[in-house]
């Protein structure tokens, strides 16, 4: 068995922990092969850095991989999704960040993780991506995202008007900073904080949140995700930015853009235990009103 090992190298890694990692794997006689940017980071840590496997693009990702960890936050996680792509490789996120939602297990749950690897007996979430059609190529071999696509006026410029439809039939013009279409892993994050409702991991659907909008009756709308949402964008300027997950790029006004459903899954791998109504109290704090107790 072999599992990929990812992370940004982000500064509450410490050496003791991928050593930890690399350990527990071994024990379990799982083969690690670890993210070059990251091994190089910590390669003297290593008592034989010459016999460690390593990958450095999702070209290298075989099919012998079996898994792949993420150390990090959900924005590190999200980089896996781009690696993994559509080879349908599980991701097990360990949350070295702050909140968490995608990356929910905590680094003193690793030997736990290790075992559950070994034993296969996680649990699979098949997780729903998105996947933007463009006029002109746009993220290269990536045209997909796991959280959200949006679309966002340039840092100075006025508010834009967004004019959006569903299988083609006009829906509404949106004038606002931007619009986010979340799929509903995506509906706890950017979305969330633009008011945008919380969906279940598993309902079939997107989430249309408006980014400060000029109108006050506009509301986020949540609709099946079989519908293409597509796109016109009018400005005082010639360009905007679109972003899919944590990915930018500036666009002209010009492009045509449209959103559908991804013919592929992303993988996420929780243990028996973590499920989202868990990580929803935990990360959100439902239910520890004192009055509870």
């Not at 840092?155 to 606002?176: D, Q, V």
């Not at 509906?187 to 109108?215: K, R």
Request: proline share 5%; net charge negative.
């Amino acid at each position: 068995m072999k599992v990929a090992i990812y992370s940004r190298g982000i500064q509450s890694l410490q050496p003791s922990d991928l050593i930890g990692i690399h350990q527990a794997l071994i024990k379990a006689e799982i083969t690690p092969v670890f993210f070059s940017d990251l091994f190089q980071q910590y390669r003297n840590e290593f008592v034989e850095p010459n016999q460690v496997d390593t990958f450095s693009s999702a070209n290298d990702l075989k099919e012998d991989i079996d898994a792949m960890i993420s150390l990090g936050g959900d924005g590190t996680l999200l980089d896996t999704v781009c690696l993994v792509r559509d080879k349908q490789i599980p991701v097990l996120g360990i949350n070295y960040g702050r909140l968490g939602f995608l990356a929910s297990l905590g680094k003193e749950n690793i030997d736990a993780a290790v075992d559950a690897m070994k034993s296969r007996t996680y649990v699979l979430d098949k997780r729903g991506l998105l996947h933007l059609d463009a006029s002109t190529p746009l993220f290269g071999a990536e045209p997909f995202a796991l959280n959200e696509f949006t679309i966002h006026k340039r840092e100075f410029s006025p508010m834009i008007k967004i004019h959006t439809y569903l299988n083609g039939e006009f829906l509404n013009t949106f004038w606002a900073d931007g619009l986010i279409v979340s799929t509903p892993t995506g509906s706890t994050g950017y979305s969330l904080s633009c008011n945008g409702p919380v969906v279940f991991p598993d309902s079939e659907s997107f989430v249309i949140t408006p980014i400060a909008p000029h109108n006050l009756n506009i509301r986020p709308i949540v609709v099946p995700n079989h519908n293409v949402v597509s796109f016109e964008v009018e400005g005082r300027v010639d360009d905007f930015i679109c972003t899919m997950d944590s990915r930018k790029e500036l666009v002209e006004k010009s492009v045509q853009l449209a959103i559908k459903k991804e013919s592929f899954c992303f993988n996420l791998v929780r243990l028996n235990e973590n499920n989202f109504l868990r990580t929803l109290r935990e990360k959100l704090t439902w239910g520890f009103d004192t009055r509870n107790r």
